[in-house]
């Protein structure tokens, strides 16, 4: 149980009050007390000697739950409760409730002109509580997929929001994010769902991935809402809107039960009060503000039937209490039933909420199932007196409405959780009953068999159901993006690092791959899928954003590409392999032995060291990058690697006259500064693009104390490279990345679309463990990555255990190990370590 939560919220004088001399009516007090008192009245009162009676009728103090003051009362700018006061004060627990799984609402009520919108939305510049919390929700998701025991969730959910938006314009519904809609277009339908509640037919809803898709959506959907200037407010809103967020989570529980909860936040922006004396400009603001305050009105009537139905319910218990004092075998229902009680509660107890399409739509949020806070925007001028001291009135009978808001667990899974406890109870029944079969003692207890039975037939249920839940979790988030693949379901796990390393006069880079499988059963056969180890390696990668990830016709590595494509998908799926070609042997440091498997792969344990990549044909690479290659009359020489990662890579060596110091122009002497000086002995940046600077500017300070460049930072980089003139080499964004030692998270799941907060996961990890990270742009865009959730965290951490171990693995070569240097400071640790015990 918990009542409605009510702020009141007072915006300062307009310019034109304050030049009108408006006097201050709203005074705010200690506790959240708020002080009504007209000026005008106590002035004149003064004046003609009246008593203080009609005086103190116009002087009112009421006390809230928040108060966010415009003025302290002796200047009109000073103490201003910002936007961002107010999202900490009641948007963060609307956050919470929201990842809690309790349904949330926040209603912005008061007279026209006030704040509302201004609190709901905000400005540009400030903005308000929906698209704070569009962030909010999405900086959420990343820290809870980044850190475990969020919440008791012993594995880290993953999420799906989606959002709809809708405007109440003259008791129409209308679809604010469809389009086609139009007030004149055909209205929506409120239904009422047994168990859901009410709810708009046909009303789209949008799943989206990130806060800017949120925000695109609630952009594009308050342009849409009907608004016209009136007296009070040049952009007054003429309909109620309803910005619905839908949250569902999904987690398995550290004894591997689902958990599904779906919440959902109503960010309701209210149309305002108006005087019906005030002249309208036209008829039709007439007839809408007859019926905005149709719909306040009905609004009111629910307000007051659930405060009453509160006040009675309080004296119930009241008298409960009393008599249960003097009579001490009572019960609720007798009392309840008191004759004398029964027609006004009875009346009270219908509330009517099908008077209006506002109170039949926020039916769950006024006195149902939702954690609602109402702010009361309120004008502290002396010529709204009356409009405020009705809102405040309306707002203390709100603050007694009491809901019931519920955990919205999932119900196929609640179904799951009770049939888990039946099998413990049954089994500790079934340890009962073979013991007392053992001591011949059957009186009382069910047969052995029949429990086994039950027992049985609950546990294939349970797992049956617990199974199908996995499949239609992955399934609906995988439908919830745009591009569908139609290759065989299969999910992994990739990492991918890269470093430099120079052998004679070339410089390299080496990108490490790895992949992990965990297509089947994720949560239980996680840990021993991570034994399917699909290790990829090569050297100097260009990603070309340009492939579609469609396999390119060129590509004649040994085998052929069809077989490799479909022998990768079941690689991917059953057996360790190692895909290096033959012609494709980078030198000692990748030569060495890492698997068993790969000896059983290659037969031939070792690789050629030293031996330069030639590739068969040249492949795509950017055509600006072979532009410039060719005009220095350097075709590089170029493979596709197989396409592992559905982002096909197309890779290369360094072309001859990449010498080490323009390989390492690139180096991320800016980025990470503990490897600056191991870098500046070596390679003088004298030469460093002038346009460097504009990439270090953008170099962001994060809280681990390290540097991290933006993507965009570094597309902007490389752009502005390509456009200058005296650039020799551009490397792509894959080179360029790599050589700043990037450890790049890929979840690969061939079959369904990606999950950008996964992703986002992911890369924070990477980051953390890594210092920093990159985001596969062009892989995110380009192909599609879903992986079943509940795997991660099992997955991710032995993933980077492993790619930890097989770095100092890597170590076996000297040649290798000098390039550490370059790594970030935990790899060269790691790796140093591991050399010192070897020798
Ligand atoms: N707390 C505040 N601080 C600064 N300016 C405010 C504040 N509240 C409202 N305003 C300004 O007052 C004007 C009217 O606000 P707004 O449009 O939000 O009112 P409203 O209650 O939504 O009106 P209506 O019901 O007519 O749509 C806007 O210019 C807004 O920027």
């Not at 009676?53 to 009362?73: E, I, L, M, N, V």
């Not at 905000?122 to 929700?137: D, Q, R, V």
């Not at 709809?164 to 209205?187: A, P, T």
């Not at 990037?742 to 369904?752: A, V």
Request: glycine share 4%; aromatic share 6%.
């Amino acid at each position: 149980m918990s009542n409605i939560k009510v702020a009141i919220r007072v915006r300062p004088l307009t310019t034109s009050e304050a030049t009108l001399d408006h006097q201050l009516t709203v005074h705010m007090g200690v506790n959240n007390t708020v002080h009504l008192h007209n000026p005008a009245i106590s002035k004149t009162s003064a004046k003609y000697g009246w008593s203080n009676k009609r005086a103190s009728s116009q002087s009112r103090q009421f006390a809230f739950d928040y108060c966010f003051p415009a003025t302290d009362g002796s200047s009109v700018s000073a103490n201003i409760a910002s936007q961002e006061k107010v999202f900490e004060e009641l948007g963060m627990p609307v956050l919470n409730s929201l990842f809690d799984g309790y349904n949330a609402c926040v209603l912005a009520y008061g007279q026209s002109g006030t704040g509302k919108t201004y609190t709901m939305m905000g400005t540009p510049l400030e903005l308000g509580l929906a698209p704070k919390l569009c962030t909010a929700i999405f900086e959420r998701i990343a820290s809870e997929c980044g850190c475990s025991n969020v919440h008791l969730k012993t594995k880290r959910p993953s999420f799906r929001i989606e959002i709809s938006f809708m405007e109440i314009y003259n008791e129409k519904v209308r679809d604010l994010l469809d389009e086609h809609s139009n007030r004149d277009s055909v209205q929506l339908k409120i239904r009422e769902h047994p168990q859901l509640g009410p709810y708009v037919q046909g009303l789209s809803r949008h799943t989206v991935e990130d806060a800017a898709a949120a925000l695109e959506l609630l952009k594009e959907g308050v342009l849409r809402r009907s608004s016209a200037a009136t007296h009070k407010n040049g952009h007054s809103s003429r309909s109620h809107a309803v910005f619905t967020v839908h949250c569902t989570a999904a987690w398995v529980t550290g004894d591997g039960l689902p958990r599904e909860t779906v919440a959902k936040l109503h960010l309701v922006d209210l149309a305002g009060s108006e005087r019906a004396s005030c002249n309208p400009v036209s008829r039709l603001r007439l007839k809408e503000g007859a019926l905005i305050n149709k719909s306040l009105a009905s609004l009111g009537n629910v307000i007051n039937a659930l405060a009453e139905k509160t006040s009675l319910s309080k004296g119930s218990i009241s008298t409960l209490n009393t008599s249960s004092s003097s009579t001490s075998s009572i019960n609720i229902r007798s009392v309840q039933t008191t004759p004398s009680a029964s027609p006004r509660r009875s009346q009270a107890s219908f509330i009517p909420y099908r008077d209006s399409v506002l109170t039949w739509l926020l039916k769950d949020s006024l006195g149902g199932n939702s954690k609602t806070f109402l702010v009361a925007a309120i004008s502290p001028s002396t010529h709204a007196f009356k409009e405020t001291l009705n809102t405040l009135r309306f707002a203390e009978r709100a603050k007694r409405v009491v809901n019931e808001p519920v955990i919205n667990e999932n119900a196929s899974v609640e179904l799951i959780h009770h049939l888990v406890q039946e099998v413990t109870r049954l089994r500790a029944l079934f340890a009962q009953s073979v013991e007392s079969n053992q001591s011949n003692d059957n009186s009382g207890l069910i047969p052995s068999e029949n429990i086994s039975n039950l027992l049985g037939a609950h546990h294939s249920k349970a797992r049956e159901l617990t199974e199908d839940w996995l499949r239609k979790w992955s399934r609906e988030i995988g439908e919830a993006t745009t591009t569908v693949h139609t290759t065989p379901q299969s999910t992994e796990i990739g990492i991918q690092t890269s470093f430099p390393i120079i052998m004679e006069d070339l410089g390299y880079v080496i990108t490490a791959k790895e992949t992990k499988s965990a297509n089947r059963a994720p949560v239980e056969n996680a840990t021993s899928n991570l034994e399917t180890v699909l290790f990829h390696s090569e050297t100097s990668c260009w990603s070309d954003d340009s492939l579609d990830g469609s396999y390119p016709t060129e590509f004649h590595p040994t085998t052929d590409s069809h077989t490799e494509y479909s022998r990768m998908n079941k690689l991917m799926v059953q057996e360790p392999a190692w895909i290096i070609k033959p012609n494709f042997h980078i030198g000692e440091s990748l030569s060495a032995p890492f698997s068993d498997s790969f000896h059983q792969q290659r037969q031939s344990p070792t690789l050629p060291s030293k031996k330069r990549i030639t590739a068969k044909k040249v492949v795509r690479t950017r055509p600006d990058v072979r532009t410039m290659f060719e005009n220095s009359g350097e075709i590089p020489q170029s493979r596709c690697s197989s396409p592992l990662s559905s982002s096909l890579v197309v890779t290369s060596p360094l072309p001859e006259s990449f010498s080490e110091r323009k390989a390492f122009r690139y180096l991320p002497d800016q980025a990470h500064p503990s490897s600056s000086s191991a870098c500046s002995e070596k390679l003088p940046l004298d030469n460093l693009p002038s346009n460097q600077d504009h990439e270090i500017a953008k170099v962001k300070s994060t809280s681990h104390g390290e540097k991290m460049i933006s993507n965009d930072s570094h597309k902007s980089y490389q752009e502005s490279e390509l456009a200058s003139s005296n650039a020799e080499f551009v490397p792509s964004s894959r080179i360029g990345l790599s050589s700043r030692n990037t450890c790049c998270c890929h979840i690969l799941h061939h079959g369904s679309p990606c999950k950008l907060q996964n992703q986002n996961f992911l890369a924070q990890i990477a980051y953390q463990r890594n210092g920093y990270c990159q985001h596969d742009t062009s892989y995110q865009q380009s192909r599609a990555v879903r992986c079943k959730s509940q795997s991660f965290d099992t997955i991710l951490r032995a993933e980077l255990l492993a790619i930890r171990r097989r770095m100092v693995a890597r170590t076996a070569s000297p040649k290798v190990a000098a390039s550490l240097r370059y790594l970030t400071q935990w790899q060269t640790d790691s790796l140093a370590n591991s050399l010192a015990i070897k020798s």
